[in-house]
């Protein structure tokens, strides 16, 4: 894919007849929601004076790969999301909390992905699991 000033590569695995040249498709699908969520995450620290050293996303997507080859009537859908978020910060684990809040509920992608698929989401707040 081609935009004016960028381009995106893909590729399969040579297990599955690419060449092994970039990343699956389906990886740089998974990994766009992570890109999008630190954007709006970063840029909605900055809207509150939150300040964090390192802020990491990690997403899995769980869905049946024989639907991907029309293997019997399995279905190629994402049927969930892990989405795990690890945080930095001198803040309190409630101050990214809410900052969490904020961002999923702004993020267009995981509010469009969140009417398709079952999302779980996790986060650490410097190396300690919080309840979002």
Known sequence: MKWPNYAVVSDEPKSIGGMDTAPPPSSLFVASIGFAENVIFARQAALKGVGFDSYETKIDGLWDRKGIFGIGDADPAITQLLIETRVETEAT????????????????????????????RKLFVNGAEVTI
């Open 93 to 120: 684990p409630q101050e990214i909390v809410e900052l969490l809040k904020l961002t999923h509920r702004r993020s267009p992608m995981t509010a469009t992905l969140a009417k398709a698929a079952k999302i779980e």
